[in-house]
């Protein structure tokens, strides 16, 4: 005479050949995974970019006022004619 | 008179269980793959297509183990992915102690246990079983067996029935259990023992005949 779970035992063995069912994921996964390996490395991308922004408007303002800057020498060659008089 | 016998027969129960553990042989040395050890180191370095072989090497284990966690084809896709993805996140942590696969495997168990962990609200404690439950046949075909006992072990609470489902259709001992979810040995006994008495009640509540059989 069996009791429920030798009933259990014996359904649990047919149950194991069970086969299993044919999957593919590979595609998905590593779609996942460059999704994923982006969002990662977004907060480092964005810092980078927007340090690049910031060196490049800090060099157009540095070129900019060199431009405007006057040859301090201009002022001793005006002084010059005056000097050999 | 009688508990007392049925006390004897509970622990008799454990104890086979128990002795089953202690005859089971570990294995001293595991074995490693050579293509793995190649495929890992490749795809440590950021080769994607290393991966790629690595998941389409193991896929189908790894389908048939979460085919014991979900009988839904796109939830069990979503599982089997789930897996893959956190192993590839924790592959640096792999310290090659272990095959591959059984690595896997644990990531794989403990993926399907957060499964039915969140979905543990439909859940409901003494539930009376269908008449299709309650009533189990000598099934000859492996898909309805398993659809049965899949349909029996949901009226358990996740933990019992993770522990029943990785005694039952994967046919891990309790050394097995304790290492893939990171429990004592002694926890998974208690569980298994607990378990399988409950499932004992369940049956026996629903009014299975032993002459039934």
Redesign the interface.
């Known amino acids: 005479m069996k009791t429920p779970l030798d009933h259990i035992d014996q359904i649990a063995a047919c149950a194991r050949r069970e086969a299993g069912p044919e999957v593919d994921v590979s595609a998905a996964v590593m779609q996942e995974l460059r999704h994923k390996m982006f969002a990662q490395d977004r907060p480092l991308i964005l810092f980078t970019a927007g340090s690049m922004i910031t060196a490049a408007g800090a060099m157009a303002y540095s070129l900019i006022i060199i431009h405007a800057l006057s040859n301090p020498l201009n002022v001793l060659f005006e002084l010059t004619p005056l000097l050999g008089q | 008179m009688f508990a007392y016998a049925l006390h004897w027969m509970e622990c008799s ?1 454990m104890n086979a269980m128990m002795a089953r553990d202690n005859e089971s042989v570990r294995p001293a040395t595991p074995v490693f793959c050579v293509e793995d050890q190649r495929d890992i180191a490749g795809s440590l370095q950021g080769d ?1 297509e290393a ?2 072989r690595l ?2 090497r193991y ?3 790894i ?3 979460m ?1 014991r966690f979900t009988r839904d ?1 796109a939830v ?2 979503e599982l ?2 789930e897996v ?2 956190e192993a ?2 924790s592959l640096p942590g792999y310290k090659q102690k272990a095959p591959f696969l059984h690595w896997l495997r644990r990531i794989a168990t403990r993926t399907g246990y957060r499964h039915w962990k969140k979905t543990a609200r439909q859940w409901k404690e003494n539930v009376e079983l269908s008449d299709t439950l309650a009533d ?1 046949k ?6 309805e ?2 659809e ?2 899949y349909g ?1 072990l949901e009226q358990l609470n996740p933990a019992d029935r993770l522990v029943l489902t990785l005694l ?2 994967e ?1 891990c001992d309790t050394y097995e259990i304790a290492e893939r979810m990171g429990w004592s040995r002694t926890l998974v006994k208690v569980r298994a023992f607990r378990a ?1 008495n409950h ?2 009640n369940l ?2 509540q629903a009014g ?1 005949r ?2 039934a ?1």
């Open positions: 129960d994607g991966y790629a998941v389409r896929q189908g284990e389908a048939r183990q085919g084809r069990l896709e089997v992915q893959f993805v590839y996140m189990p000598v099934y000859s075909e492996p898909s067996a398993a049965y006992l029996l039952y259709f046919e399988r499932l004992r049956l026996e299975f032993k002459e059989v």
